[in-house]
């Protein structure tokens, strides 16, 4: 594939990105807390998580090592960001929450690996194929050093809020709590505020498109997600903090 045929389709991915955005103000994605059995077959929640990453993980991965990549570069400090994230969402983190007798809908899971093929193979494809010699001085660059700030912060929150989540419950328990600690704090959803913190920092890293696209696809997915938690954790709770936001403190 060439360089402009592959611009051209992630600018086409962006374009949808924007067009689905506000469209998912108005629907619910049925799985989680708001899962609904009138979307057909279900399939386990634990199993469902694993199968809807992978994607994300082996497409990056094949392509990236299929490409030519001369000795050490600071490339491969990019694929083991992706690593790191994507071996703990695929394998460590379904096998930690409190998940059991929890099913999705296979339309949930079917939905989830197209996107994560899609997004492994232009992220794949571009570090494998298309990406800019990466000089170890890019180390050095305002841009990479920024990223990393960025990125680590955004990780940091994700992981701290996963773990407030999953500690929640105990063993087998499965019903919900209002989350205390952290940025918990100031919004519903600080879980999903830290991924879209990280994935910009990761665009900036690496200053390519397709990392933006990433990163403006987990925005497009996790805002209207998290209005949709806010709005269900005010109805769910009578005593629940009025001064939260849903994902944005003290904005949304």
């Known amino acids: 594939m060439d360089t402009s045929t592959f611009c051209y389709l992630t600018y086409s991915w962006i374009g949808l990105a924007i067009i689905t955005f506000p469209i998912l103000f108005f629907v619910t994605a049925p799985y989680g807390r708001h899962t609904k059995k009138t979307w057909g077959i279900m399939i386990s929640n634990r199993k469902g998580w694993i199968l809807m990453e992978l994607p994300s993980l082996l497409i990056f991965t094949i392509l990236f090592l299929a490409g030519d990549h001369d000795g050490f570069s600071i490339i491969w400090f990019f694929f083991l960001l992706w ?17 059991k007798g929890k099913k999705m809908p296979m339309a949930i899971l079917i939905m989830a690996i197209s996107f994560n093929i899609i997004n492994g193979f232009l992220n ?5 194929f298309i ?5 170890l001085s890019w180390a050095w660059d305002p841009r990479f050093i920024a990223g ?3 990125f680590s912060i955004g990780m ?22 209002i989350p205390q600690g952290g940025l918990f704090r100031y919004i519903s959803c600080p879980n999903f505020f830290g991924e879209i913190i990280q994935w910009f920092g ?3 890293i690496a200053w390519s498109l397709p990392a933006l696209s990433f990163a403006l696809w987990t925005a497009v997915n996790l805002i209207p997600r998290a ?22 403190p003290f904005v949304l």
């Open 131 to 135: 990406h800019p010699a990466y000089p």
């Open 156 to 177: 940091f929150i994700n992981l701290r809020s996963d773990e407030i989540l999953i500690h929640l419950r105990k063993n087998s328990d499965t019903d919900y709590y």
């Open 124 to 128: 794949g494809y571009y570090f494998g």
């Open 83 to 99: 690593q790191v994230h994507y071996i703990n969402r695929t394998f460590i983190y379904p096998m930690r929450i409190h998940t």
């Open 202 to 204: 990761f665009a900036i």
């Open 227 to 248: 209005v949709d938690h806010h709005l269900w954790y005010k109805k769910t709770f009578d005593k629940y903090p009025k001064e939260r936001k849903a994902i944005l």
């Open 148 to 150: 990393i700030l960025i």
